[in-house]
């Protein structure tokens, strides 16, 4: 190619064409802010959002539909209900049920961050507030139970109610569990989930026992 070293071009020949470099088409996300949007459609599609994972944690199977936009609005809303609904057992009969509360409240988010470490420990490709959402939104079927044995107490605390409320906290605590587990499976090593789902078991476990053994003032 030396000799087109010589070779020159006229200025009087037109070049046809352009030179231009290709830009992806904008999608219609990127140009949306939802600081342009009012407030009431906000909350609403966060409720939304909130009511999606409920779903999700009621009819459970593999999914990462409560990994892909976590939150902690859902989990926080269960837990403090099924702190109230807990406060005010005869274990406090001496004081307003306040301390009750305080240690429901730590009991859940406490014994969450440890399963969410030690998920993190062995391995888990999860982040840790996505762990959190996770556990925390299938504490929704014990919340549940928990609703439903203050109701059958109304009626009575003898043997009937004692068995009725025996089978619906085992319903409950088998639903969060495999709840759980459901979501949390594929984020785990194979040869590792059993030392995942047995402090999740716990977990679960603990909450049941609080709710089966309640007994109002």
């Known amino acids: 190619f030396a000799g087109l070293a010589d070779v020159s071009i ?13 830009v992806g088409s904008r999608s219609p996300d990127e140009d949306y802010s939802t600081l342009d949007e ?64 305080a240690e429901v409240f730590v009991i859940i988010w406490f014994g969450a961050v440890v399963i969410t470490l030690n998920s993190k420990l062995l391995g888990g490709t999860i982040s840790f507030f996505q762990s959190l959402c996770v556990l925390g939104y299938c504490v ?21 109610s004692f068995v009725i409320r025996l089978i619906v906290v085992v319903a409950m605590f088998g639903w969060s569990t495999l709840a759980s587990t459901a979501f949390l499976a594929d984020s785990q090593p194979p040869n590792r989930k059993a030392l995942v789902v047995y402090p999740i078991f716990l977990f679960y476990f603990v909450i049941s026992w609080m709710i089966l053994t309640f007994t109002p003032q």
Not at 10 to 17: L, M, N, Q, Y
Not at 148 to 157: K, Q, T
Request: glycine share 10%.
């Open 140 to 160: 929704l079927p014990l919340t549940v139970a928990m609703l439903v044995c203050r109701l059958v107490l109304l009626a009575g605390s003898g043997t009937v």
């Open 38 to 101: 009012p407030v009431r459609d906000t909350i609403m599609r966060d409720l939304k959002a909130v009511g999606k994972k409920f779903v999700h944690v009621m009819y459970p199977k593999k999914s990462s539909a409560l990994l892909r936009d976590w939150d902690l609005w859902g989990p926080l809303v269960l837990c403090v209900s099924l702190a109230l609904m807990l406060q005010g057992g005869s274990a406090d009969s001496k004081d307003d049920g306040g301390p009750q509360f």
């Open 10 to 22: 006229s200025e009087d020949i037109p070049v046809e064409g352009e030179i231009t470099v290709p």
